[in-house]
């Protein structure tokens, strides 16, 4: 019997580990690797094993491993001594459904001698991934494998960076080890790793390869001097786990990516308002202050964030008495709530070490600390001053975290927060010595032992290879901070379950994400949680929203917002993303400010951020900065169930809400390398000025189709390329177009707040393609709740020969009508605008008189 749907025939998935330990250092040096040779190849329907053996001693970076398991199937449930991605950290049971070699997308062989491998499509034999030109290379603490791409490939991905958008080809290096990185570096590893690339072929289709490893490693993109076009990972552990995610076209490459890492979690509504934040408002008058004054601007200010200013002496869970009183700020909060706005505060996971502070003493009792080997606390040096850190694989960890969260963010007692914003979570350690707090000379007998024995007794628990140097492996990957250890948690710590810091670094921020969501689900069991993270790791999305950290008031970062954006929004299945709005480091100007407001509007998270050394850049500072947040706000509130419709199919199915052009257009080479425009959903084009001094913008609107202007909603025609001059760009205006062929549901206007904006009634903006047609979608729910049930409207809206019909579920109970129809027009006379009182019910129709 057919399957309905089995990502079998989408996705490939291959595990290389390793199976029996036998390292070993040769005498002598070889010139060259020369790689393995598989025997015992067992060939089933769905799957392939076979055993890889050493063909010759290699030794570049330690000893080789002499035999590897190679597994080839939708399984991959494997022994091996090798550190894995632990299965709770990223679930992946879900694959495990089966399917057969001849359905598949794509067809995997191999060379026995050396061994290698190739993945190719099965309908034209397209070579999508062959790693024969070099030896594979495994040993136990560097992995080398490197595939062939051709000229027509466009790269793209391998986050978290701030590069180019479509990868350079030539001595490029993406380095991926989480780290703290002030103004955000270029050509640098930043807060997090993402180990997955779209490559994109034009007509011949897109496909992508996600390794699932948290190691540390270098991926190298170069050009030899005769032309060939290689990308070589550079590991220095985990296995080689990877998964062919068959495509054929962008968005379903981004699917099939969400369904093995997990789509992003379905956001509150409110999320999508405006957020405002500082470090160093210094006190709760001040930030009483800023909200006052947005009310007094007349710009809406949906969230107040609180940065550590508001703790004492930057502990978390604690207020300062003097500056912040705990009575204090809980009339605040109560007061934004009464007013349907929202609050929001910072946690970091240094925890200060002293036995005067209960959160410390409560994690003490849960274990939940990060320990020597000697038993006493890793100590290090975080914003609180001498901290020790979680250990998120202890599960005593997440007990407490969980009860902290509850009591200090009681209702009842403390602060009412509607979300947690947790940073240094890299982790960030302010010392970057090996020896800021060497452990206690000796434990005292008896107490604090190890729970796990040594790596050795560990053998198939993928605990990670015995013997290693976890300091300072052998192969230095380029972490721009130096040394592996360097102001981080040193990498040769236990976890609890036995695994090191040396395999888990990149996955702290995740799992602190994860740890915290649970807390926030447990406080609130029906509500869907808000986490926005610094730190992240594949599949973070389905946890945490996430801001690109300490960026600058630039107009480089302005535009690098874009990138990032579209990278973990298309790419990295993280849809609840956006950079500090007027930038975080340095001296916001006014039209840097205004430009910055206005682009913000138009990306998921928008929120105005920045640090305490910078001058205040709230957007009421300035008279222009105001205006145009106003009526970016206005629009993006008119905008919020486009969005929302958006977010919830992306929490579904992985379909990224913000996408590049060529998304849209993967035919069309003049799109792929575009990076200063966006797709803001199906229907919505963004094209923002880029420079400093200039009210003009060169924009690519693809020839041959449809656009409108979405401010005066008269049709835009384009030059015969493509590329159209605008100009007249004021400092409250953002280029939007809509595209030709799309229904785009509307609120009739705006409203202080999202709670205000969603009382308001609908008006349905059509904007017929060339065939007069048009279609759209509107997704609407109570806008918080965890399950939603029946409770949901999934609507269709379908424009043809004159009428607007309306179909689909209609569970969402509103009294809501549409109260405008405004059809542009594609001959680019005026809109025609019918008002009426239809009700949100099936088969709404009628017909243009
Ligand atoms: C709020 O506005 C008042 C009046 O313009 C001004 O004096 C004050 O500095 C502002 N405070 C903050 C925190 O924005
Ligand atoms: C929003 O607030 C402004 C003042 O800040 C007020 O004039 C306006 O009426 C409010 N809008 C709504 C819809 O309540
Ligand atoms: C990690 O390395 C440091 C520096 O060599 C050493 O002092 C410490 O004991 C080591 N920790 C563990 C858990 O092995
Ligand atoms: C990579 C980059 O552009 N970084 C810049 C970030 O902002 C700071 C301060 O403006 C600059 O010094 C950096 O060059």
């Known amino acids: 019997m057919p399957r309905l749907f089995t990502l079998s025939t989408l996705i490939w998935v291959l595990s290389l580990s390793t199976t029996f330990i036998s390292a070993q250092l040769s005498s002598t040096t070889p010139t060259r690797c020369s790689g393995y040779v598989a025997s015992d190849v067992t060939q089933g329907d769905t799957f392939l094993t076979a055993t890889l053996t050493l063909a010759g001693f290699c030794n570049l970076y330690g000893p080789d491993v002499s035999k590897l398991r190679l597994l080839v199937e939708y399984q991959t449930d494997f022994?091996?001594?090798?550190?894995?991605?632990?299965?709770?950290?990223?679930?992946?049971?879900?694959?495990?459904?089966?399917?057969?070699?001849?359905?598949?997308?794509?067809?995997?062989?191999?060379?026995?001698?050396?061994?290698?491998?190739?993945?190719?499509?099965?309908?034209?034999?397209?070579?999508?991934?062959?790693?024969?030109?070099?030896?594979?290379?495994?040993?136990?603490?560097?992995?080398?494998?490197?595939?062939?791409?051709?000229?027509?490939?466009?790269?793209?991905?391998?986050?978290?960076?701030?590069?180019?958008?479509?990868?350079?080809?030539?001595?490029?290096?993406?380095t991926l080890w989480n780290a703290e990185s002030p103004f955000v570096p270029r050509g640098s590893n930043l807060y997090g790793s993402h180990p997955v690339y779209f490559d994109h072929r034009g007509d011949s289709g897109t496909h992508g390869v996600f390794l699932l490893s948290s190691a540390g490693m270098d991926v190298n993109i170069y050009t030899t001097s005769s032309g060939?076009?290689?990308?070589?990972?550079?590991?220095?552990?985990?296995?080689?786990?990877?998964?062919?995610?068959a495509g054929p076209t962008p968005v379903e490459v981004s699917r099939q990516y969400a369904e093995v890492v997990g789509s992003p979690a379905m956001i509150p509504f409110w999320t999508l308002g405006f957020h405002q934040c500082k470090y160093g408002y210094q006190d709760i008058d001040t930030v009483e202050a800023v909200v006052a004054n947005y009310s007094a601007a007349g710009i809406p200010l949906e969230t107040m964030w609180g940065d550590i200013d508001y703790m004492d002496s930057h502990q978390d869970f604690t207020t300062d008495p003097q500056r912040y009183p705990l009575q204090r700020m809980r009339a605040f909060v109560d007061k934004l709530h009464q007013n349907n706005?929202?609050?929001?505060?910072?946690?970091?996971?240094?925890?200060?070490?002293?036995?005067?502070?209960?959160?410390?003493?409560?994690?003490?009792?849960?274990?939940?600390?990060?320990?020597?080997?000697?038993?006493?606390?890793?100590?290090?040096?975080?914003?609180?001053?001498?901290v020790v850190w979680p250990d998120w694989l202890a599960p005593g960890s997440q007990t407490w975290w969980t009860k902290e969260i509850?009591?200090?963010?009681?209702?009842?007692?403390?602060?009412?927060?509607?979300?947690?914003?947790?940073?240094?979570?890299?982790?960030?350690?302010?010392?970057g010595e090996i020896d800021c707090f060497p452990p206690a000379q000796a434990a005292p007998p008896g107490r604090h032992r190890r729970l796990f024995g040594p790596f050795a007794s560990q053998a198939g628990l993928r605990k990670g290879l015995p013997g290693r140097n976890l300091l300072s492996p052998p192969y230095a990957i380029a972490n721009h901070l130096g040394p592996l250890w360097r102001t981080t948690l040193l990498t040769n710590l236990t976890n609890a379950d036995g695994t090191t810091q040396y395999d888990t670094h990149n996955l702290y921020g995740h799992l602190m994400a994860q740890r915290t969501r649970a807390a926030l689900l447990a406080r609130r069991t029906l509500k869907r949680p808000f986490v926005l993270t610094r730190s992240t790791f594949a599949g973070s999305g389905a946890h945490a929203a996430h801001w690109f950290g300490d960026n600058a008031s630039t107009w480089s970062d302005y535009l690098l917002s874009i990138r990032q954006m579209l990278a973990f929004s298309a790419l990295h299945a993280m849809s609840m993303v956006g950079s500090d709005v007027c930038?975080?480091?340095?001296?916001?100007?006014?039209?840097l400010c205004a430009r910055w407001a206005m682009l913000?509007?138009?990306?998921?998270?928008?929120?105005?951020?920045?640090?305490?050394?910078?001058?205040?850049?709230?957007?009421?500072?300035?008279?222009?900065?105001?205006?145009?947040?106003?009526?970016?706000?206005?629009?993006?509130?008119?905008?919020?169930?486009?969005?929302?419709?958006?977010?919830?199919?992306?929490?579904?199915?992985?379909?990224?809400?913000?996408?590049?052009?060529?998304?849209?257009?993967?035919?069309?080479?003049?799109?792929?390398g575009i990076e200063t425009q966006w797709l803001w959903g199906?229907?919505?084009?963004?094209?923002?000025?880029?420079?400093?001094?200039?009210?003009?913008?060169?924009?690519?609107?693809?020839?041959?189709?449809?656009?409108?202007?979405?401010?005066?909603?008269?049709?835009?025609?384009?030059r015969d390329e493509g590329w159209t001059l605008i100009i007249g760009v004021s400092l409250t205006d953002i280029p939007v177009h809509v595209r030709g062929g799309s229904v785009v549901p509307m609120r009739i206007r705006g409203g202080n707040t999202t709670a205000e904006v969603r009382r308001e009634n609908f008006e349905i903006l059509v904007a017929p393609g060339q065939d007069g047609t048009a279609k759209g979608t509107l997704y609407l729910d109570d806008g918080e709740s965890l399950e939603v049930?029946?409770?949901?409207?999934?609507?269709?809206?379908?424009?043809?020969?004159?009428?607007?019909?309306?179909?689909?579920?209609?569970?969402?109970?509103?009294?809501?009508?549409?109260?405008k129809v405004t059809v542009m027009d594609v001959d680019g006379g005026e809109a025609v605008m019918m008002t009426g009182q239809w009700v949100l019910k099936k088969g709404l129709a009628f017909e243009l008189a």
């Open 79 to 174: 022994d091996s001594d090798a550190y894995h991605v632990q299965e709770a950290v990223l679930p992946r049971q879900h694959l495990a459904k089966g399917g057969s070699a001849e359905t598949s997308k794509l067809h995997f062989s191999y060379t026995q001698s050396p061994f290698s491998f190739k993945v190719t499509r099965s309908g034209t034999g397209e070579v999508l991934f062959d790693t024969s030109s070099a030896p594979l290379v495994f040993e136990s603490q560097f992995l080398q494998l490197r595939t062939q791409f051709p000229a027509s490939s466009n790269l793209y991905g391998l986050g978290e960076h701030s590069d180019v958008f479509r990868l350079p080809t030539e001595n490029y290096k993406r």
């Open 406 to 431: 509850m009591s200090f963010f009681d209702p009842a007692t403390g602060l009412d927060v509607d979300g947690l914003w947790i940073d240094m979570n890299e982790a960030s350690n302010m010392c």
């Open 341 to 386: 706005q929202h609050y929001v505060v910072i946690l970091d996971p240094g925890i200060r070490h002293s036995t005067a502070y209960s959160t410390f003493n409560r994690g003490v009792q849960q274990g939940a600390f990060l320990k020597n080997a000697d038993g006493s606390f890793h100590r290090g040096r975080q914003w609180a001053g001498e």
């Open 583 to 591: 930038g975080f480091n340095g001296d916001a100007e006014e039209e």
């Open 682 to 718: 199906e229907a919505l084009m963004v094209s923002p000025v880029t420079e400093k001094g200039t009210g003009e913008v060169r924009v690519y609107l693809p020839p041959g189709e449809v656009f409108y202007d979405f401010w005066t909603r008269k049709r835009v025609r384009q």
């Open 600 to 672: 913000g509007a138009f990306q998921p998270f928008y929120r105005n951020h920045a640090d305490v050394t910078a001058p205040a850049q709230e957007f009421y500072r300035w008279d222009v900065v105001a205006m145009a947040a106003k009526k970016a706000i206005d629009a993006r509130y008119r905008l919020l169930d486009y969005v929302y419709t958006a977010m919830e199919q992306a929490s579904r199915d992985g379909t990224p809400v913000a996408r590049p052009l060529w998304f849209a257009w993967p035919g069309d080479e003049e799109t792929f």
């Open 789 to 819: 049930g029946g409770a949901k409207s999934e609507i269709e809206f379908v424009w043809e020969g004159g009428r607007l019909l309306m179909s689909g579920t209609f569970g969402f109970d509103t009294d809501l009508v549409v109260e």
């Open 228 to 245: 060939d076009r290689y990308l070589e990972y550079n590991t220095i552990g985990g296995v080689f786990d990877f998964y062919f995610l």
